[in-house]
């Protein structure tokens, strides 16, 4: 194999050969980042990890208000100490049994729906293709409240999210002619797939008595406040083996914003790839549902700012998980505070602040 | 006719035998197609060819001959509907990709990239093949990243976006890619079709230096007869989705064989400066004159 012939031979490239060229110390391309140890070299563009400590550190400030700020006003010491349970009382109950579950569902949550979005946005080339616009979101949704709904209580909401998301994934993947599909169609059957299932949520809680409606109302609008312990902890699993995943796969996705030819022309297995991609996807859109509901706006709005801080550098994973986090945590702390005592669930709040923020960054970067 | 040109020249055998005598990249009975079953349209319909080493082959043929068609097959982008497409005398089917892709390396006829991406990003994606999870940059990656732009001399314009630049800088910001990969083998799907006259010529003449000097082996689908002829060793015409004539473009080309090809009438001299067939006179045939006007 002429493996290292073509910088050797003279006529392909004589600046490198020549001794004095600065070329030949090696050195990071422009806009990345570059570490060796022995064998392993790393390299990572710049501005996707400045944008991630950038968006890492805003998301820690918000949490600290969010623990802060309610009905129960806090400084920022007593809450802290709240955490780990010193100090009074009602403090300790106010943070450890209130407010740092909900922040966490609220960051896990966020942090899901926009890798998902992030995820499926580059497997279809189409940035408007997220979990929630392609029906998985109103899937997932559709199955649970017929659980609710039917059974009286909900009974194991992943479960039930997963299934509703997964086929919602699969009818819309049918419809298009499968996971090869790109562009419009896969699109255009996913929206419709949605409407169906945002009908069916709609007749069956028009069908049932008011009380058993009001019970599953959260899960029609996207509420942190009816979440439950177990489909919390369900949503940290599928965090923690869904981030480390999605950022192991990065490369490949990275090289999947080609077209398909050049992909596979480079050694990628295309068809694979996109397998597990939108697996990683569906799951982390039912887990963030089932915690949640559908505010699939985050999976909108997360990575668009990402990509935006990015400079649209690669395949933004981990700044998209970090801006949906605090898009997320910020949009509860809103909904909490702005009407109190009123609460404005989050999925109100995403829809009401991320609609025009979407529509001003889709439209003042016309690329 | 022409058919009985398809015979290696010495000099090609004397290249391909210092390795095995058959040439590294070749078709058997290859068929490809598109569609689903009912309306199932044969592109390419059993054909074998060799492609020799170390030579610069061009395919040409009327528009929808199939050309592009089995380059993406050479380049296992298509699956094929029977006979296989042999890469060191294994099916490239069963190969793994990343073997095919330290091997072949394609520039598609068709340029889109992502947003954001620069010349030096697109070219490093092609050292992508030779790189892995955990060595994701070396040192022999930036020179040759670097040699493949100063060869397709898009190099000064290296942390420009594609996005803002012209078809032709495009198109040289591609070939530095594909050069990238390294590969002993080249598909290149009309290389020249965005470029300017002095760009064209820069960059038929780097391929044949790619095949004479570095012994890569190059199969380019080209429009132009005229360049084919100029620049190929090898010249491969297709039409309706098989080879009616293979070998030297100087002796395969002939006003029979253009006429069939393209349906048009042309005079054949040498070049006076490098003996290969030069097209003059070049107008519709009488049949198609006569035909169009009754």
């Known amino acids: 194999m002429p493996e290292t012939k073509l910088y050797r031979s003279p006529t392909f490239c004589s600046a490198v050969s020549t001794p004095t060229s600065p070329l030949s110390i090696a050195s990071a391309p422009a806009g990345t980042l570059w570490w ?8 990572v563009y710049r501005a996707p990890l400045l944008a991630a400590c950038g968006l890492l550190a805003a998301l820690l400030m918000s949490s600290l208000a969010s623990l802060t700020l309610g009905s129960a006003g806090l400084d920022l010491l007593d809450a802290l100490k709240a955490i780990f349970g010193i100090g009074e009382f009602m403090h300790v109950f106010v943070v450890q049994e209130l407010r740092l579950p909900r922040l966490l569902a609220g960051m896990g949550t966020g942090a899901a729906f926009a890798l998902a979005g992030c995820l499926m946005q580059t497997l279809a080339g189409n940035r408007l293709a997220t979990p929630g616009i392609i029906g998985i979101d109103n899937g997932a949704t559709a199955f649970a409240v017929a659980s609710v709904v039917g059974l009286g209580a ?23 002619g499968g996971i090869g599909t790109r562009g419009y169609r896969f699109l255009v059957a996913g929206i ?3 409407a169906l299932f945002g009908a069916g949520t709609q007749l069956m809680l028009a069908r049932v008595s008011i009380d ?45 914003r080609f077209t398909d030819r ?23 859109t039912a887990a963030a549902v089932a915690v949640a509901g559908p505010v699939g706006m985050v999976a909108l709005v997360g990575p668009e700012i990402a990509r935006y801080l990015s400079r649209h550098k690669g395949v933004p994973l981990l700044a998209s998980a970090l801006a949906g986090a605090l898009v997320m945590v910020l949009a509860d702390l809103a909904g909490r505070t702005l009407l109190s005592p009123l609460e404005v669930p989050v999925g109100i709040v995403m829809a009401v602040v991320g609609s025009p923020y979407l529509l001003w960054i889709l439209l003042r970067s016309p690329r | ?56 082959t061009a395919i040409v043929g009327p528009n929808g001959c199939g050309k592009s068609t089995l380059l993406a097959g050479l380049a296992r982008l298509q699956l094929p509907e029977s006979g296989s497409v042999l890469l060191e005398g294994k099916d490239i089917q069963h190969l793994k990709r990343r073997d095919v892709a330290q091997r072949i390396a394609l520039l598609p006829q068709e340029t889109h990239s992502p947003e954001g991406v620069t010349v030096h990003e697109l070219v490093r994606f092609g050292r992508q093949p030779h790189q892995g999870a955990l060595s994701q940059w070396s040192q022999q990656d930036q020179s040759v990243v670097t040699a493949a732009m100063v060869a397709a001399d898009i190099e000064s314009l290296s942390e420009r976006e594609l996005s803002s630049m012209s078809g032709g800088q495009r198109q040289r910001a591609w070939i530095a890619m594909a050069l990238a990969q390294q590969t002993p083998l080249l598909l290149l799907d009309e290389p020249t079709s965005a470029l300017d006259l002095g760009h064209q010529i820069e960059v038929f003449e780097l391929i044949q230096r790619l095949a004479h000097v570095e012994d890569k082996t190059i199969v380019m689908v080209v429009h132009d007869l005229a360049s084919a002829c100029r620049y190929a060793d090898h010249l491969v015409a297709m039409h309706a989705g098989r080879v009616i004539a293979e070998g030297p473009p100087a002796e395969v080309v002939t006003p029979a064989l253009v006429r069939q090809l393209y349906g048009v009438e042309c005079r054949l001299i040498p070049d006076p400066d490098t003996g290969t067939p030069l097209l003059i006179g070049v107008r519709r045939t009488h049949e198609r004159l006569s035909g169009s006007a009754t």
């Open chain 1, 192 to 194: 419709g797939v949605g």
């Open chain 1, 154 to 176: 909900s009974i194991a909401p992943p479960a039930m999210a997963l299934s509703g998301a997964v086929v919602a994934m699969a009818l819309a993947f049918g419809l298009s």
């Open chain 1, 36 to 43: 060796r140890w022995g064998a392993v070299s790393l390299l």
């Open chain 2, 1 to 56: 006719m022409s058919v009985d040109a398809k015979q290696y020249s010495p000099a090609q055998q004397d290249c391909a035998s210092h390795l095995s005598l058959a040439p590294t990249l070749k078709t058997d009975a290859l068929t490809l197609g598109y569609g689903v079953r009912k309306q199932r349209v044969k592109v390419i319909d059993g054909l074998t060819l060799g492609l020799p080493d170390g030579k610069v």
């Open chain 1, 262 to 284: 050049v992909a596979t022309g480079l050694g990628l297995p295309v068809a694979r790839m996109r397998l597990m991609i939108l697996w990683l996807s569906v799951v982390l």
């Open chain 1, 212 to 256: 058993v409606a009001n019970n599953a109302y959260p899960w029609t609008v996207g509420s942190l406040n009816a979440r439950d312990a177990n489909s919390v902890i369900w949503l940290g699993i599928a965090m923690l083996i869904g981030l480390p995943l999605a950022l192991w796969l990065g490369r490949g996705l990275n090289t999947l």
